[in-house]
């Protein structure tokens, strides 16, 4: 009960301490980054696609973008516990599918636990497991959710 009430406090005292004006995943260290002016206010363990090495290139391929994105629309309607969409593909991603003549994919999100999942959260996270998206553990999901706006840019690093 202890520890819940200090990670309420610590979620409510953030939105006053840090305006988070960036997003920054490094994907070889499975870690996603809150960021306010360069400074790190809050560091999470992601999962990512099945086959993090490399840049999305087209759809199916399990890959986790690279590049600069904006974070857009909350979804709470889907088959994971809450998301926000990512603006992939990009102009640069288009115009390299089209000229490999495949289709660049979309639906990129951060989000939480598929919906119904009975193992536990720590487990889970242990490995990749989505199908190119980047992956919180469902508090987490509301935590992030809780201090990014609608159009932060996210920067996903190989």
């Given amino acids: ?17 840090a305006d988070i004006d960036k997003v920054t995943v490094d994907k070889s260290k499975r870690r996603l980054y809150l ?7 809050r560091e999470f363990r992601i999962a990512l696609g099945k086959r993090p090495v490399g840049h999305k290139v087209y759809e199916g391929d399990k ?12 979804m709470e309607d889907s088959q994971f516990y809450r998301s926000i969409h990512i603006s992939y593909p990009n102009e640069f991603d288009k115009a ?13 999100k951060i989000h939480g636990q598929k919906n119904g999942e ?4 720590r487990y ?3 490995f990749d497991w989505t199908d190119g998206c980047i992956a919180l553990t469902n508090e987490e999901m509301d935590e992030l959710l809780g201090l990014v706006k609608q ?4 920067e996903i690093l190989p």
Avoid at 96 to 108: E, F, M, S, T, Y
């Fill in 1 to 17: 009960m202890k520890l819940c009430i200090s990670f309420l406090l610590l979620i409510l005292a953030m939105p006053a301490l």
């Fill in 35 to 41: 960021m306010d002016n360069n400074q790190v206010v």
């Fill in 63 to 74: 890959r986790t973008p690279e590049g600069v994105y904006q974070l857009e629309h909350v």
């Fill in 96 to 108: 390299n599918a089209q000229r490999l003549n495949v289709h660049p994919g979309g639906d990129i």
């Fill in 118 to 121: 009975v193992k536990p959260s």
């Fill in 124 to 126: 889970i996270q242990s």
């Fill in 151 to 154: 159009g932060t840019p996210i």
